[in-house]
């Protein structure tokens, strides 16, 4: 873990500059996720600009109007704040129910991928690889 890292996790989150749709400038504080949020931020990780806005604190519709490079800078942002927290429970998660899916007999696992097939399903955004 480097120092930038461990400082970030101390303080909580960080602040980025971006650049909204209409040209004017800003900043935004990226924060950690709170333990107890772990579960409702869980349930909206499908949604990529929501897990940023949530991260942000700010509402969906305001990282929807920054540009998209300071989006992707928001998007990293979010990811580096809480790899060590919010992001190992969220793998957590998705293997846990990865195990169940394994062990579900087939005529079950039959019916719900059916069931799956026309409903959005997309998986939580994971991390970038340590390194």
């Known amino acids: 873990m480097n120092h930038e890292h461990k400082t970030v996790t101390l303080l909580g989150g960080k602040t980025i500059p971006v650049i909204f749709d209409d040209g004017k400038i800003g900043e935004l504080k990226v924060t950690q996720f709170k333990l107890r949020d772990y579960q409702r931020v869980f349930q909206i990780s499908d ?3 929501a897990l940023v806005a949530a991260a ?6 305001a990282i929807l109007t920054l540009t998209p490079e300071s989006y992707e800078l928001a998007l990293t942002a979010t990811r580096e704040v809480n790899e060590q927290g919010f992001f190992v429970y969220a793998s957590r998660q998705m293997d846990r129910a990865a195990v169940n899916l394994r062990q579900m007999p087939p005529a079950l696992l039959e019916k719900f991928i059916k069931n799956n097939v026309t409903s959005p399903t997309r998986s939580p955004m994971m991390p970038p690889p340590a390194g």
């Not at 942000?56 to 519709?61: G, H, L, N």
């Open 47 to 49: 949604d990529e600009f």
């Open 56 to 61: 942000c604190q700010v509402p969906k519709e």
